[in-house]
């Protein structure tokens, strides 16, 4: 199911972790295209916001055990 498709902004920022934790799973992961039925853009703007919100620790690099 595609529950996750609505972007409502052009840009995904960083900052915006309310949006990036609706496309990451319970462990931390991305979850894929097919999953989250994003556009190639939006789902590579999705990834690099996701590693700069780990970087400076806005988000984990693991999930909740």
Do not use: C
Not at 19 to 34: A, N, V
Not at 38 to 54: N, T
Request: overall charge positive.
């Amino acid at each position: 199911p595609r529950k996750y498709t609505r972007v409502n902004s052009e840009v995904v920022d960083y900052k915006d972790l309310n949006l990036l934790r609706r496309f990451l799973s319970d462990k931390g992961k991305t979850r894929g295209r097919r999953v989250t039925g994003l556009s190639r853009r939006h789902q590579r703007q999705l990834s690099v916001a996701v590693k700069r919100a780990r970087e400076i620790a806005l988000l984990p690099y693991v999930g909740e055990r």
